[in-house]
Each structure stands twice: as C-alpha cells, then as structure tokens.
C-alpha cells in the first residue's frame, strides 16, 4: 500500500505518520456527519488502522 499523505499535527502522536485515503469526502466524527468535504477518512500504512482526520492536517506525499 502507498501512502498518498502524511499527518501534519505537532499535538498528535501520529504526526508525520503515512496515510492512504479511502473516502473523500470523509466521516466527521465530531459533529457525526457522513459525506463532509473538510474530513477525510484515512488508513496509517504503518498499522493499517482507519480513522478520520480534519483535511487541513494532511499533507500530499510529492
């Protein structure tokens, strides 16, 4: 699997960390929304782990 982003969030553990989208729009956690276009839905290629992540906290791999 390739990563296609990395985590820009110096408060979170998981920052700097490799990540592959798979839904964009994504699932807003917070406000439990489905569909929101400012929230991706992403895999930690290290781990495999799913979650959500606000877009602004993610940075494209060049």
Not at 16 to 24: A, E, F, L, P
Request: include cysteine.
């Amino acid at each position: 699997m390739e990563a296609t982003h990395v985590i820009c969030c110096p408060a979170s553990p998981n920052d700097g960390k490799r990540v592959r989208v798979i839904s964009d729009p994504g699932y807003n956690c917070r406000d439990d929304v489905v569909g929101d276009s400012n929230w991706l839905t992403v895999e930690l290629v290290d781990t495999g782990v799913v979650g959500s992540i606000e877009r602004r906290f993610l940075a494209e791999v060049q």
